[in-house]
């Protein structure tokens, strides 16, 4: 390995086998520690504003501003907030029209599966709540779930 000078100390030293090439300052600390300092500030020469931005984050209007600056974005976000929040609501419908009323639900989920052509998990969905529906008193029936609500407490 070639003998090389050192960019601060100009002391000559001979590179580290992993490092050869890259390796600009000699091994001693304060020469890698400036060597670390100078790749910093020249990461943030060429990002400029990354800690601004950062610290920017807390300031109190900050995102006001920033939706200001960025409609297309914030819109985007608005629209993906709106339908997260309506998915969450209509699940939380749908879990309490089935305790509700079990049997309805399950018939309604039937009659919203026939008017599909019938590929075989519509048939199978629909065996599944023949089944669910016709079993006497097991599964979906309102008084077996008063029933594990009442053995439950
Ligand atoms: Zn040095």
Request: positive net charge.
């Amino acid at each position: 390995m070639d003998i090389k000078e050192c960019e601060r100390c100009h002391s000559k030293f001979e590179p580290n086998v992993r490092l050869g090439e890259s390796q600009r300052v000699c091994g001693q600390e304060v020469c890698r520690a400036w060597r670390i300092a100078q790749g910093q500030r020249q990461w943030r020469q060429s990002n400029p504003g990354y800690y601004e931005s950062s610290e920017d984050r807390h300031r109190e209007d900050y995102w006001k501003d920033y939706r200001r600056r960025h409609p297309a974005k914030t819109k985007r976000n608005r629209a993906q907030t709106r339908e997260r929040m309506r998915r969450r609501r209509a699940m939380c419908a749908t879990q309490d029209s089935i305790r509700r009323d079990p049997v309805g639900y399950l018939h309604g989920l039937r009659a919203g599966t026939m008017f599909a052509t019938q590929d075989s998990i519509t048939r199978c969905i629909n065996g599944i709540i023949l089944y669910l529906v016709a079993a006497p008193g097991r599964f979906a029936t309102q008084d077996s779930m008063d029933g594990r609500i009442k053995t439950a407490g």
